[in-house]
């Protein structure tokens, strides 16, 4: 077994992990960092990321409206010190990434252009065209090329973190070129793995986002918080799954039904306007939206498509211009995979899986219960997106909480206490045996990995839809159990050590099963209805009773344990959410 | 191929054929192209030894020009002629790949960055035309 | 019509001593699947040791680039159906080691990314409080060039890449360009130093073909040739005016 050992190791090559490795290469060059990701850094799902990043930029805008729109957005159960922490620090990071290079669009004076977005109630959403996410993953990526201290494993998949003595100590990885498992030791370990869309069968979410991070957290001891707030995006492509940014809303696309008619304006969203109107219609936030969008589907308002029912995104009135200078990859999208060209059709859309609100439970400073482990982005819950997260916020929160990481990194770091290495290193030996007896060797394995991910993702569909109630979340709990005994008795075609991409999706699906259990278990236990999780039975948010973040500790065999934890309130009272009017 | 060991990477290193620019057409005209070369020196050349035979006598340009009349040589002349214009028109087609790519602030249509070179061709061509004809 | 077609798929395993070969398997044709909904169809139902790079099957995380009948490709982007009714050959990139199967070493292209130093350089200490002014004019001059998703279809086109490993590339050349064209970077003297080097610039012959395959529209060969004006009037005025450098 090979052995290396760094300063601290970040686990994930996305744009929470990338700003956290420069943000430690900058504050001290002497701090040996390493990053280990399973795909090569540009492709990391913060690519796909496409409508912007907010943050307060106009004189007329306040980091105070930022915050309520958050809070109100997240339906009170984001953390108000965090979300106050993210609103004040995200334009200075915004800015950082404009010296790095980054293509923001621009106003004709050469200043940041910014656009309005859903449920903000000014505009202060930073953008490149619609491919922000794409520009900034690349602007990060290039600039950490200038940090010959940033020390990259590249195609590595990480299997376990390495806990001794209370704390984590760094990591066993498969290296996959080779095959080689390596021990990464790390006085500090930053988990910035992103999502878990994967868990369910529609999602805008990439191939990789299979809750690695989250997974490997939990194992360790580190609580889920949040777990049941799954985001539908309103707007994605029927079967590919495929994300039309809300930019396309924000820019004056409306959504239509079956009859052309507008109908968010029965969702208690506002009245329909010919322009865009903030924190109305069009620019609700994505729960209220998603559910509207459902609400016609029950009443057969909608379209009835090969891949389920749907309802239009219509964009026409926009003019080619606008569309081609604005929205150019939702034009370059629809075109590949609907044959449809928006400026003349409208797009046929439907609510998908998009994100996790939910993930490792971390304090503001993106410290997790356990020490030496630390946790950014999709795959951290700190929370500032609560039961909802407004759009172009999570690409603020990579930046704001990626540096926060690397620098509470660092302090760990510096103070961490002499490791027992023997210890270390036979635990990592223990898991590389179990690499190798449960799946590389194993011969007598019988289920089909593709089998479980399917039947897990329609259990997970039909219990953590957009609806939910107590039996169906039963059900797929029980389903969950049952594949997650299943999935100990996989079987593999691939033996081999090279570029063994049959044993990541093993353990992938061993990772997703872990993760979907935490969700469906917390959904069950948290009977109201608040932003992202609608109880069919408990009709109502109970701020008596769940103002309050649900965190979910693994136990060794059954179900895992669900805590409460009190949200932090500090200027504003609990309140109605209230949209278009 | 050497053996594989376990944890060393064994690669397999395609190598290109000999004969690569035969693969697909870009490739060809790539290669007809860069092989216009040729024929661009051979006119060169031709043109010297021309402008020798007018230098010495009559004689010895009325022998160049019969020779020039050969079936053969007008041939080999045409494919040089056709292979000098594929010269010229890839290397003006090119123009817009480089320079003014942009004027006030809109990208410049291709046409309009390799126009100036055509005109010039073309006026040049008609000079010459009219000193031949002897209207010049 | 009929409803599935033939994908013969190149297959290499360094470790059962084969030599590479393609493998034929059967797969739907559905007028909606693109090719690399062929190849999870193998992955999945028929031969789970496919090896194949894929991530966001939306045509902006560039891993999934393949030769698909001979063409530099991005499978996720495209149909299936174009290449009715097959036979469909799919292999790996061109003028890469091949890993396993589909599956290229990229290593080398990470270095040369690496080597035209791809951020933003600042000769001053000039750390404005707020952004850098840039216009709309400013930005569409590179902005074109920031497109690429390093998905190395330029390479796997270019002839010159796999007859002279050492050439930089289209991709990586065009990225310097990129920050060369941008107004807030001062690094241009540093990337002529390493781009216009007969391994950079000069080694392009002017194909063309990278240009053709690339799915973004970035046009790294129009960025070779511009770079290779820059550096000469570069070189122009360094050898008129040798103190003139500035």
């Not at chain 1, 090969?306 to 995104?313: A, F, K, M, T």
């Not at chain 1, 289920?447 to 107590?470: D, S, V």
């Not at chain 1, 009977?527 to 136990?555: I, N, P, T, W």
């Not at chain 3, 091949?98 to 990470?110: E, R, W």
Request: with cysteine.
């Amino acid at each position: 077994m090979e052995t290396s050992s760094h300063d601290i190791l970040i686990i994930g090559g996305g744009g929470a992990g990338l700003r956290a490795a420069i943000e430690i290469a900058e504050q001290d060059p002497g701090i040996d960092v390493a990053m280990v990701s399973k795909v090569y850094p540009m492709r990391s799902h913060t690519v796909s990321a496409e409508g912007g990043a907010a943050g307060v930029a106009g004189k007329d805008d306040t980091i105070d409206e930022h915050c309520y729109d958050t809070i109100s957005g997240s339906d009170w159960l984001g953390d108000q010190d965090a979300i106050e922490f993210f609103c004040n620090e995200i334009p200075k990071e915004l800015l950082r990434l404009e010296h790095w290079g980054c293509p923001w669009s621009r106003e004709p004076d050469g200043r940041i252009a910014v656009r309005p977005f859903g449920g903000m109630k000014k505009m202060r959403t930073w953008f490149a065209a619609d491919k922000t996410g794409f520009h900034m993953l690349h602007t990060l990526f290039q600039t950490s090329l200038k940090f010959n201290t940033i020390v990259r494993y590249d195609e590595t998949f990480v299997t376990r973190l390495l806990v001794e003595d209370g704390a984590v100590r760094g990591v066993v990885a498969i290296e996959l070129r080779t095959g080689k498992i390596r021990a990464i030791q790390a006085k500090a370990v930053i988990i910035a793995t992103g999502g878990c869309g994967r868990v369910f069968p529609f999602t805008t979410n990439a191939n990789i986002c299979t809750g690695d991070g989250m997974a490997l957290a939990y194992r360790a001891g580190a609580p889920l918080k949040d777990m049941e707030m799954v985001q539908y995006h309103p707007t994605g492509l029927p079967f590919t799954g495929i994300l039309i940014t809300e930019a396309a809303r924000a820019e004056g696309g409306w959504l239509l039904n079956k009859d052309g008619y507008r109908f968010l304006q029965d969702y208690d969203l506002g009245k329909p306007t010919p322009a865009p109107v903030f924190r109305s219609m069009e620019l609700g936030p994505r729960d209220r939206v998603s559910q509207a969008i459902f609400g016609e589907f029950e009443k057969g308002r909608a379209f009835h498509g090969p891949y389920g029912d749907y309802v239009h995104l219509d964009l026409r009135h926009l003019g080619e211009h606008k569309i081609e200078s604005r929205l150019p990859m939702v034009r370059e999208l629809c075109l590949k995979y609907e044959n449809i060209d928006p400026v003349r059709e409208p797009i046929p859309i439907r609510p998908v899986q998009h994100y996790m609100m939910g993930g490792v439970h971390t304090d503001i400073d993106a410290r997790t219960p356990l020490p030496g482990l630390f946790a950014a982005g999709e795959a951290a819950c700190v929370s500032i997106n609560g039961a909802n997260r407004l759009g172009s916020n999570s690409l603020g929160e990579i930046l704001v909480f990626g540096a926060r990481a690397g620098r509470s990194a660092v302090e760990s770091a510096r103070n961490a206490s002499a490791a027992n290495e023997t210890a270390i290193l036979a635990q990592a030996r223990d898991e590389e045996r179990r690499v190798e007896e449960r799946f590389l060797r194993r011969t007598d394995g019988t289920e089909k990995i593709t089998k479980l991910r399917e039947e897990m993702q329609r259990a997970m569909e039909k219990g953590c839809g957009i609806y939910r109630e107590r039996d169906s979340l039963a059900e797929s709990a029980n389903k969950i159990g049952e594949l997650r005994e299943r999935a100990g008795n996989l079987a593999l075609d691939d033996h081999s050590r090279t570029f063994n991409t049959q044993l990541t999706s093993a353990l992938e699906l061993g990772y997703m099963l872990d993760v979907a259990e935490a969700i469906v278990h917390s959904a069950l236990d948290r009977e109201e209805s608040r932003g992202a999780h609608q109880r069919r039975d408990f009709a109502k948010r109970d701020d008596q009773k769940y103002l309050a973040h649900s965190v979910a500790h693994r136990s060794a065999d059954g179900p895992p344990r669900i805590e409460y934890l009190p949200v932090v309130i500090t200027r504003w009272p609990p309140g109605e959410r209230v949209y278009g009017r | 191929m050497p053996q594989y060991t376990q944890y060393q990477p064994k690669e397999h290193r395609p190598k290109m054929s000999a004969y690569w620019y035969l693969d697909n057409w870009h490739y060809l005209r790539y290669a007809l192209r860069e092989s216009s070369s040729f024929f661009v020196a051979y006119f060169c050349v031709l043109t010297l030894v021309q402008l020798a035979a007018l230098g010495t006598n009559a004689t010895r340009y009325a022998r160049f020009e019969a020779f020039m009349a050969h079936p053969a040589m007008i041939i080999v002349n045409a494919i040089a002629l056709a292979f000098f214009l594929l010269h010229a028109i890839t290397w003006f087609n090119l123009v817009p790949r480089v320079m003014m790519r942009q004027i006030l602030a809109r990208p410049t249509p291709d046409i309009i960055s390799s126009a100036p070179n055509y005109l010039v061709w073309f006026g040049a061509t008609i000079i010459l035309a009219l000193f031949i004809t002897g209207v010049l | 019509m009929s409803d599935t077609i033939i994908l013969e798929v190149a297959r290499f395993n360094p470790e059962d001593g084969g030599e590479p070969s393609y493998q034929s398997f059967e797969v739907p044709l559905r007028p909606d699947w693109m090719v690399l909904d062929g190849l999870n169809h193998i992955k999945d139902q028929l031969d789970g040791s496919l090896a194949f790079r894929w991530s966001c099957r939306m045509g902006i995380c560039g891993s999934c680039g393949m030769m698909v009948n001979g063409v530099p490709t991005l499978t996720c982007e495209t149909l299936l159906m174009n290449y009715a009714p097959g036979p469909v050959r799919v292999a790996p990139l061109d003028h890469f080691p091949v890993v396993k199967d589909l599956v290229v070493d990229l290593d080398d292209f990470l270095a040369k990314l690496q080597k035209v130093r791809p951020w933003v350089v600042r000769k001053d200490d000039f750390k404005p409080a707020r952004e850098f002014m840039q216009s709309p004019a400013q930005l569409e001059a590179f902005h074109q060039f920031s497109l690429c998703i390093n998905c190395t279809l330029c390479y796997a086109a270019c002839p010159v890449s796999g007859l002279d490993p050492d050439f930089i590339g289209p991709a990586a050349i065009a990225l310097a360009h990129r920050y060369n064209l941008d107004s807030r970077d001062q690094g241009i003297e540093d990337r002529l130093d390493i781009v216009s080097q007969h391994e950079g610039i000069w080694d392009c012959t002017v194909v063309g073909e990278c240009s053709v395959v690339c799915p973004k529209h970035v046009d790294p060969s129009l960025a070779i040739q511009q770079f290779k004006l820059t550096a000469t009037k570069e070189w122009f005025k360094s050898f008129l005016l040798p103190r003139g450098k500035h």
